[in-house]
C-alpha cells in the first residue's frame, strides 16, 4: 500500500516538474523572442528616421542650390553631390527595410537568422563605401568651398572638429550595431536550439 502510494506521488511530482519544464522554456523563450523584437524594433525605427531625414534632405540640397546657383560654383557641385548621395541613400535604407521588415520573431527562426546576417554584411558595406568613397569626397569638396569663400580660421577649426566627429561617431555605431546584431542572432539560434529539444 504504502509502496503504491509512494509510486503514485513520484509520478505525480514527475509529472508536475514536467509541467514546470515545459512552462519555464515557454517563459525563456517569449522573453528572447521579446528581446530579439525589441532591437529588431530599434533597427527598423533609425531606418525609418534615416529615410525620412535623406528624403527631407534631397529638397533642402535643391532649395540651397537655387539659393546660391552662380555665386560659388564650388558649394553648387558639394550641394549636386550631397543630393545625389542622399537620393541613392534613400533607395539603400529603402532596401535594408525591406529586408528588414521580413524578420519575424514567432515564425522561422533560421529565416531570422539570415535577415539580421543579410543586415549585418549591408551595414559594414555601407560604412566602408561612406568611410573610404563618399565621406573623404565630401570632405574634399567641402575643403575646396572653404578656400573658395575664403574662410576663417574658426571655420577650419568647425570643419576638422566636425570631420574628427562623424569619424569616431561611425566607428563607434558600426560598433554598437554589430553588438545589437550579434545579442539578435545568439537569441534566434537559441530560440531554434530550444525548439528543437
Known amino acids: 500500500m504504502e509502496l503504491d502510494n509512494l509510486k503514485e ?10 509541467r514546470n519544464e515545459k512552462l519555464c ?15 529588431v524594433n530599434r533597427f527598423i525605427a533609425l531606418e525609418m528616421f534615416s529615410f525620412v531625414l535623406l528624403l527631407l534632405l534631397i529638397p533642402l540640397c535643391i532649395w540651397f542650390f537655387n539659393l546660391v546657383r552662380g555665386k560659388f560654383l564650388s558649394i553648387e557641385v558639394y550641394l549636386i553631390y550631397a543630393g545625389v548621395i542622399c537620393l541613392v541613400l534613400t533607395f539603400w535604407v529603402a532596401y535594408k527595410l525591406h529586408g528588414l521588415m521580413k524578420f519575424d520573431v514567432i515564425k ?14 549591408q551595414l559594414k558595406q555601407e560604412m566602408k563605401i561612406l568611410n573610404c568613397f ?10 575646396v568651398v572653404f578656400i ?25 555605431s558600426l560598433k554598437k550595431y554589430n553588438k545589437s546584431i550579434g545579442s539578435v542572432v545568439r537569441s534566434m539560434e537559441e530560440i531554434n536550439e530550444l525548439k528543437e529539444e
Request: hydrophobic share 55%; proline share 1%; glycine share 2%.
Open 134 to 143: 563618399v565621406g573623404p569626397v565630401f570632405v574634399a569638396l567641402a575643403v
Open 9 to 18: 506521488a513520484w509520478v505525480a511530482l514527475d509529472n508536475r516538474l514536467k
Open 25 to 39: 522554456e515557454k517563459i525563456i523563450l517569449a522573453e528572447m523572442r521579446s528581446k530579439a523584437g525589441k532591437k
Open 108 to 121: 522561422n527562426v533560421s529565416n531570422n537568422i539570415l535577415c539580421m546576417n543579410r543586415y549585418n554584411i
Open 148 to 172: 573658395d569663400v575664403k574662410a576663417t580660421m574658426l571655420h577650419w577649426t568647425v570643419l576638422v572638429c566636425v570631420i574628427i566627429f562623424a569619424t569616431f561617431a561611425s566607428r563607434w
